[in-house]
Nanobody
């Protein structure tokens, strides 16, 4: 069974930066799509950024120009560089992946347990 493990969350001041990492284990195949979702208290989970095996990326409008998603050199790894963080970015961030190509609006089958990002002064 594929398992996704996130790291890199924490407390940061507005305007600061964090880098989230996600690595898959237990996979004998490549994950075609990988990405990040987030969920703030009282809000629905939303797509933050996604990336295909070919490097095509997709971002939520709220993070464009501030966040960058990239695949790692190791197979089935993905990163999210978050710059110019705002209090509105506070949420639990979840790694998400699937072995198949998916529409941008559809999440993959595999989820991490989440890592908390808190943006506060």
């Amino acid at each position: 069974q594929v398992q996704l493990v996130e790291s890199g969350g924490g407390l940061v001041q507005p305007g600061g930066s964090l880098r989230l990492s996600c690595a898959a284990s237990g996979s004998i195949f490549s994950l075609n799509t990988m990405g990040w979702y987030r969920q703030a208290p009282g809000k629905q989970r939303e797509l933050v950024a996604g990336i295909s095996s070919g490097g095509r990326t997709n971002y939520a409008d709220s993070v464009k120009g501030r966040f960058t998603i990239s695949r790692g050199n190791a197979p089935n790894t993905v990163y999210l560089q978050m710059n110019s963080l705002k209090p509105e970015d506070t949420a639990v961030y979840y790694c998400n992946a699937d072995r198949w190509a998916l529409p941008d609006s559809r999440p993959g089958n595999y989820w991490g347990k989440g890592t908390l990002v808190t943006v506060s002064s």
